[in-house]
């Protein structure tokens, strides 16, 4: 029961948030420039015309009732029809996710495999030369942009060594192995930045569980040092890792607009930006919408897995 009820809270807190973003969304969308009915027609066009586009597409309607029409076909599915496209915005929505979320997955898995061996590594070799050296390439990781990384990425692999395409997209239909290999350098450029922050958390937080009692008590029983810094060490130094994991997502997501230009990669980054530089508001308030409900929905996945990880955080937050 507790744990139904804990989730349901969740779930709860995550739509309100949801809702209250949509509503940040829409009222900034309202105040940036450009005329959706222009925009369709041209600047040419004659203002009668222009009146009666506006009239049909509901824009001289009370704002309220806008975002009232706009929410209502979000929850049905409807995000509205591109103005610069003249399609369903769904439509483009649904052919660039499947590049950008299994871009965004790949980086958050390639920077979580990379980061807790190298922290746990680090932790383990307290203030000796691998520490040191660890933690300098991690500041070196964190000051360096990704987009560095990225045209670097490209120079050595993609125009040097050619192993990757230097850019563009191959598609999923010419096989899962030619799509995964558009995606790496993008997947590592945005990922290493990533696993260096995250390296230098999982360090600081299992250097503060080793020096728990409760560590030290499981070393004076004889156990192997393997054993306590894996099994009791890292699981508890956990929490703080799942965090920043959560907060990458996002990270993660942002960075693909500037990465999949680089790339020219066909997703939702890019997507992002030719509805910015169009003025395609109606594209841009749902891809927004669609990013904050990825991230909320992620940070969910964070709090369940802190309630599994730490069984006491359901207990707190049922008291």
Do not use: C
Not at 7 to 12: A, D, H, I, S
Not at 209 to 222: F, I, N, Q, S, W
Not at 278 to 295: A, H, P
């Amino acid at each position: 029961m507790l744990t139904t009820l804990f989730f349901l809270r969740r779930t709860g807190f995550a739509a309100i948030t949801l809702l209250i973003a949509s509503v940040v969304i829409f009222g900034i969308t309202q105040v940036l420039p450009g005329d959706p009915a222009e925009l369709i027609l041209g600047i040419n066009a004659q203002e009668d015309t222009l009146a009666a586009l506006r009239e049909q597409m509901g824009l001289n309607a009370p704002v309220w009732q806008q975002y009232m029409h706009w929410i209502g076909g979000i929850i049905t599915g409807d995000f509205g029809k591109s103005y610069t496209y003249s399609v369903p915005v769904s439509e483009l929505i649904g052919a660039r996710l499947w590049i950008s979320l299994p871009l965004a997955i790949m980086s958050l898995l390639l920077s979580t495999a990379i980061a807790i061996p190298v922290g746990v590594l680090a932790a383990s070799r307290h203030n000796k030369a691998t520490d040191v050296s660890i933690m300098g390439a991690t500041q070196l990781g964190i000051a360096i942009p990704n987009f560095w990384f990225a045209m670097l990425l490209v120079m050595i692999f993609a125009i040097k060594l050619r192993w990757v395409p230097a850019g563009g997209f191959a598609g999923w239909e010419n096989g899962i192995f030619n799509g995964f290999k558009s995606l790496l350098l993008p997947a590592i450029a945005l990922a290493l930045p990533q696993a260096s922050i995250l390296a230098r958390i999982m360090r600081s937080a299992l250097l503060d569980v080793l020096a728990e009692d409760y560590m030290r008590t499981a070393r004076a029983k004889g156990l192997p040092r393997s054993m306590v810094l894996w099994r009791h060490g890292v699981r508890n130094a956990f929490i703080p890792v799942l965090t920043i994991m959560g907060l990458q997502f996002s990270f993660l997501i942002a960075g693909t607009i500037i990465i999949e230009n680089i790339f020219y990669l066909p997703g939702l980054g890019r997507l992002i930006f030719q509805a910015i530089t169009q003025r395609d508001l109606i594209v841009l308030q749902g891809l927004v919408l669609l990013l904050v409900g990825l991230v909320i929905f992620i940070n969910l996945l964070v709090d369940i897995a802190y309630s599994i990880v730490d069984p006491r955080i359901k207990g707190a937050f049922h008291e």
